[in-house]
């Protein structure tokens, strides 16, 4: 029996909701005058909007299809619910009508006592069509999330700290903008796991899904509210921090690309030019840097790849990245506690600061208790998290120990001045003896 599609009708909810509150949002602003957020919002709404449409047509490959109608639909914005139709016509209709042809796929169990069976399964036609769409939907709810929700709940928090206010309206849309977030980084962690593991009969439990949901929710939840209290009192620091923060990660695939002097990728899609295929990794780049500026980055991008997907589990990455974003937020919070305004006058400063990089340090913790006991595929490690996270604190140790010969230096340099006194004193009590023998001389003299 086939899986139900609850992921598609949890991604195309949350789609709707969020676009019809900040479409509501954005008209509440203008009737107050607010002309500046109307269309930062109408922005933050519209830009992820036209990107999904466009994800949708180029993992169904419309564009090589006659399918005007859908194309159409997709122009008007309407594509998420068309799928969405589509995928439920082809749900309830499987079983009813004999499949013409099956194809059989082979997956691997997970190792037991060290022991891995292959499992062939037959895959029909509606079940094949169902997989395109619960891909094409999650790789959807990542670009809604972190190229729309994440900015849109960056930008309602910033308004309500300036204002002091917030509406009902906008607390809605901020919960809604959350949950966004946070289902996109779950999917995105899903997609990478699959990715990473194609050869295996992947199955993720409650337990991992409420880890993973744990560990965003703080993670980014304490993110945004760092980048919205910095840039409330310091409104011009706060660009150079975001595009730091967002070229950097968005160069580094493509300074590992150049690096390794692989040939251009062609495979990506027959119908593409090399422009195209230009386009569309440097969007997947731009994903991937907005992905990072908020949360770390499941889906490592690794252009030299076929799949363009790092599959190997990096733990040293992994630390550095949260390791210097601790570094980085607590900085952020020390200029907020050093320049805040009035505005601030009865929030317990030292308080909220305590609490939020409490928060972080709580996402931290569930990240590390998903890879060492909830992960799916924990059994394929080639060392757990509490291992690597050893071996990566014992590295930069090691980097920060001074060399042997610094230490034998300065322990010359204390013991020398022992020496030079030593040899001082002999000098004085030789001289002193050649006064006492060219005395006694002269008085026998």
């Known amino acids: 029996m086939m899986k139900f599609p609850g992921s598609v009708l949890v991604s195309l909810v949350l789609f709707v909701a969020e676009t019809a509150a900040a479409l509501c949002l954005s008209g509440a602003y203008r009737a107050a005058g607010d002309r500046m957020w109307q269309w930062l919002t109408l922005l933050f709404a519209l830009l992820p909007c036209a990107l999904v449409q466009l ?15 859908v194309l159409l ?3 008007l914005q309407l594509g998420p619910l068309v799928r969405c139709v589509e995928v439920f016509y082809i749900y309830f209709r499987a079983g009813r009508v004999e499949e013409p042809y099956v194809s059989i796929t082979k997956k691997r169990q997970m190792p037991k006592d060290g022991y891995s069976e292959e499992i062939e399964k037959e895959v029909g036609q509606a079940e094949g069509k169902l997989c ?27 308004i309500c700290v300036l204002q002091q206010e917030i509406t009902a309206a906008r607390s809605i849309f901020m919960v809604l903008s959350l949950l966004s977030i946070v289902y996109g980084a779950l999917r995105c962690n899903i997609l990478a796991i699959k990715i990473k593991y194609d050869d295996y009969d992947v199955s993720v439990k409650p337990a991992a899904y409420l880890c993973i949901f744990m560990w965003r929710s703080f993670e ?33 695939p493509w300074i590992l690309f150049w690096q390794s002097k692989s040939p251009f990728p062609e495979n990506i899609e027959k119908a593409l030019s090399r422009v195209g295929t230009t386009i569309v990794l440097c969007l997947l780049t731009f994903l991937y840097a907005g992905i990072n500026m908020f949360c770390w980055s499941a889906v490592q991008v690794k252009l030299n790849d076929p799949d363009l997907i790092n599959k190997s589990q990096n733990w040293y990455r992994l630390t550095v990245y949260y390791m210097l974003r601790f570094i980085e937020n607590a900085f952020l919070l020390l200029m907020w506690y050093i320049y805040k305004t009035d505005v601030y006058l009865y929030v ?4 909220l600061v305590l609490q939020l990089l409490i928060s972080y340090c709580m996402a931290v913790l569930f990240m590390l208790v998903f890879y060492q006991f909830c992960h799916p595929c ?13 071996s990566c604190f014992k590295f930069l140790c090691f980097i920060c120990k001074p060399p042997t010969s610094t230490i034998l230096m ?10 030079t006194g030593d040899a001082r004193s002999s000098s004085k009590t030789i001289d002193s003896q050649k006064g006492i023998s060219h005395q ?5 003299a």
């Open 440 to 444: 006694s001389v002269s008085s026998n």
């Open 55 to 69: 994800s949708l047509v180029f993992i169904h490959r419309d564009v090589s299809r006659d399918r005007p109608l």
């Open 348 to 351: 317990c400063a030292p308080l």
């Open 410 to 419: 300065d322990k010359a340099e204390v013991k020398c001045p022992e020496n």
């Open 73 to 75: 639909l997709h122009l």
């Open 378 to 390: 924990k059994k394929l490690f080639s060392s757990s998290i509490s291992e690597g996270l050893l």
């Open 220 to 252: 980014i939840a304490t993110r945004v509210t760092v980048l919205v209290l910095f840039s409330s009192v310091l409104q011009i620091w706060i660009l150079p921090v975001v595009l730091v923060n967002f070229f950097g990660f968005f160069f580094y």
């Open 132 to 158: 395109t769409h619960r891909s094409a939907f999650s790789r959807a709810s990542v670009i809604q999330a972190f190229l729309g929700s994440a900015p849109q709940l960056t930008l309602q928090l910033y």
